[in-house]
C-alpha cells in the first residue's frame, strides 16, 4: 500500500509540475520565447508516463517482494530527486519547462544546482528512473526505463545544448 501512495505521490508531482510548465510556457511565448526539439517530446512525455505505469504493473501484477535492504536506500534516492528537480525548478523561475523553450535576451543561469551541473534536472530524472522501481523491487521497469530513458536524453541533451548555443550566440 505504501508503495502505491508513493507511485500516486510521484504521479501527483508530475502533474504539478506540467501546471508549472504550462504556466512558464505561456511566460517565455509571451516574451518571443522558441521552442526547439518537439519531436521527442511525445516520446518522453509517454516514457515517463510508462515508468509509473510499469511500477505499478511489475509490483503488483507479477508480485515482487519489498526488500528492505534495497527498498529503503531508494526511496532516500527518489526524496532527493525530487528536492533536487524542484532545486531546479525554483531556480530557474518562469524559465523551467518541460519542453526546451528559449527567450531571447535573456542570460544563462549559473546559479543553484547551475552553478556546477550543466543539466541537474536530468540528473534528478536519471535517479528517480531508476531508483523509484527499486523500492519495490521492480527490476525490469528500472532496467527498462533507464534503457530508454538514456536514448531519449541523449535526442534532448543535444537539442537542449543546441538551444542554448543559440540563446549564447544570440546574447
Known amino acids: 500500500m505504501f508503495y502505491l501512495l508513493l507511485v500516486a505521490a510521484v504521479a501527483t508531482e508530475r502533474l504539478a509540475e506540467l ?4 504556466r512558464n510556457l505561456a511566460w517565455s511565448m509571451e516574451r518571443g520565447g522558441r521552442e526547439s526539439g518537439r519531436g521527442h517530446y511525445p516520446v518522453m512525455a509517454s516514457l515517463h508516463a510508462g515508468l509509473l505505469a510499469g511500477c505499478l504493473i511489475e509490483t503488483f501484477g507479477v508480485g515482487r517482494r519489498y526488500v528492505p535492504a534495497l527498498g529503503r536506500p531508494m526511496l532516500a534516492l527518489v526524496l532527493a530527486s525530487q528536492c ?3 532545486w531546479c525548478i525554483l531556480t530557474l523561475g518562469h524559465r523551467w519547462n518541460t519542453r ?11 546559479r543553484g544546482p547551475y552553478r556546477r551541473l550543466r543539466h541537474p534536472n536530468y540528473v534528478a530524472v536519471v535517479v528517480e528512473g531508476a531508483a523509484l522501481p527499486l523500492v519495490h ?4 521497469t528500472a532496467v527498462t526505463f533507464t534503457a530508454l ?3 531519449v536524453l541523449r535526442v534532448r541533451i543535444r537539442a537542449e545544448n543546441a538551444a542554448l548555443r543559440e540563446l549564447v550566440r544570440d546574447a
Open 19 to 22: 501546471v508549472v510548465s504550462r
Open 137 to 140: 523491487s521492480a527490476w525490469v
Open 149 to 151: 530513458d538514456a536514448v
Open 100 to 110: 526546451i523553450v528559449i527567450v531571447p535576451g535573456l542570460p544563462l543561469i549559473r
Open 84 to 86: 533536487l528537480r524542484w
